[in-house]
């Protein structure tokens, strides 16, 4: 069965900190991979998705099939990164698979 | 046009009895669906529609649920005799066919079964 996980589910780490978030996949197939992230009061949104290859907010995420992987790294930490963060699994682009989530702290 | 709404954002209600939630998607987005989020958990797909179309439902949805878009553009979801277990915070997201990859998420509806 398809399945995501995410190891922690609570991150801490000082401003300026690199960050890394780790997320694992099990899919025999060649799915979606997606970061969402929820700041405190607002709704899920996306942050990237691997097929963009692109940075957001300093984030970027790189798919490595060979370790069934896709963890979310930025090297500076900010305090507004501070929020819960979601990796998810689609294929046959419909439903989304999400892992149990790692809340992520940035102290000053 | 703000984006995803959903209605009620919380709802408490006692075991057994109906309940309705409802959820109006991004006007040209073509694609709904519904998920459900229990404490410390990820969202879990329930369903998903395609203009009117039912086109896939979870073995979480037990007959008790019951989810309908019947002009392909509000949908509504309802829970009848509700159980405590079914306390959990009801998630809509919408996008469009292509470039299905994005869901636009709404705030999500609080459901408390007391």
């Known amino acids: 069965a398809q399945r995501v996980t995410q190891p922690e589910k609570l991150l801490s780490v000082f401003k300026g900190a690199p960050v890394e978030l780790k997320c694992n996949y099990s899919y025999s197939g060649s799915p979606e991979l997606f970061w969402y992230v929820q700041y405190s009061r607002q709704r899920l949104q996306l942050l990237l998705r691997h097929i963009s290859r692109e940075s957001i907010k300093g984030f970027t995420a790189d798919l490595n099939k060979g370790e069934t992987s896709f963890h979310l790294k930025k090297p500076f930490a900010q305090e507004e990164d501070s929020a819960m963060y979601y990796c998810a699994l689609s294929y046959n682009t419909d439903k989304l698979i999400f892992g149990t989530g790692t809340r992520l702290q940035v102290f000053p | 046009d703000t984006g995803v709404s959903q209605d009620p954002r919380h709802k408490i209600t006692k075991r057994g009895q109906n309940v309705t939630f409802r959820c109006d998607p991004i006007s040209e987005h073509n694609r709904l669906y519904w998920y459900r989020q229990t404490l410390g958990q990820g969202p879990e797909f329930l369903t998903y529609?395609?203009?009117?179309?039912?086109?896939?439902k979870s073995r979480l949805l037990s007959d008790r649920f019951s989810a309908e878009r019947p002009k392909g553009s509000f949908s509504t979801l309802e829970i009848q005799r509700t159980e405590q277990g079914d306390s959990a915070m009801y998630l809509c997201?919408?996008?469009?066919?292509?470039?299905?990859?994005?869901?636009?998420f709404g705030p999500g509806t609080r459901l408390t079964v007391t």
């Open positions: 529609f395609q203009n009117e179309a039912q086109l896939e």
């Open positions: 997201a919408s996008s469009t066919t292509t470039g299905a990859y994005e869901q636009y």
